[in-house]
């Protein structure tokens, strides 16, 4: 039988902590009888719960561990969660690799902490609309790098990392708005949305992997063609969600 984390071990996990989680607050649940409390975990600096677990098990390794180096077998939040931590990606990717994953994961951060700020002011459609926008822009201005006939590698980077941070105020704040409504089944719907998620992006990569060669037109294309979509989609449903919230 595995052994049970002890409440000291969760003390001093919880000590490497402070200062790198956010103390996310406990939030009432409108729809839930009887009452229900969420802790908004999206509100995170990297946008899941998943920055405690991996700081907290890296901080805890020994000098001689570190320097072996830490995998993180995932290209998803926890994955957003462990760069962070290391000073390095992997020690067999390029270099220039590991600094343009290491922007976008930047680019991503710094959606979900303006987010953060955002719901709390000018509320979550507002906010959404404002990660479209980025969304938007970023595909736009890496098509127009592309067009341009820009070869540095800043001129794909950069519109990356503004696509990115749109996603992290668009994601995790559409994901909860879409399962308010619907308390009961959000454990299937969000296993489902994981699933779409990532089958969608390992067929997107697939494709624009295979139609890649001396241009990076299929990736520019991608990424336009997805910010794009994500703000006409906002913007042809703006009347449909002002009657919802009528409703309410």
């Not at 998620?197 to 997805?226: D, E, I, N, R």
Request: aromatic share 4%.
């Amino acid at each position: 039988m595995p052994e049970l984390v002890t409440i000291d071990e969760i003390r001093a996990a919880a000590g490497r902590l402070a200062g790198v989680a956010l103390r996310t607050p406990l939030l009432p649940f409108p729809a839930a009888r009887p009452g229900l409390l969420l802790k908004p975990e999206s509100l995170q600096p990297t946008g899941s719960f998943k920055l405690r677990g991996a700081y907290a098990a890296i901080s805890a390794l020994a000098d001689r561990q570190r320097k072996r180096g830490v995998v993180a077998h995932s290209s998803g939040n926890h994955a957003l969660a462990v760069i962070p931590q290391t000073s390095t990606i992997a020690s067999h990717l390029p270099r220039s690799v590991g600094v343009a994953f290491a922007i976008g994961s930047v680019g991503y951060m710094v959606g979900t902490t303006l987010a953060a700020r955002l719901v709390m002011r000018h509320g979550v459609d507002a906010t959404l609309g404002v990660g479209a926008a980025a969304m938007a822009a970023g595909g736009l201005c890496m098509a127009m790098a592309v067009g341009l006939g820009l070869t540095s590698a800043a001129s794909l980077v950069l519109p990356m990392a503004l696509y990115l941070a749109g996603l992290g105020m668009v994601l995790p704040q559409a994901t909860a708005g879409a399962m308010t409504p619907f308390p009961e089944r959000a454990g299937a719907a969000s296993a489902l949305l994981g699933f779409v998620q990532q089958s969608a992006a390992a067929l997107c990569g697939a494709v624009v992997g295979a139609l890649l060669g001396s241009s990076a037109w299929p990736l520019a294309t991608a990424v336009a063609a997805m910010g794009c979509a994500t703000l006409a989609l906002w913007i042809l449903t703006r009347a449909l969600r002002a009657r919802a919230a009528k409703q309410h």
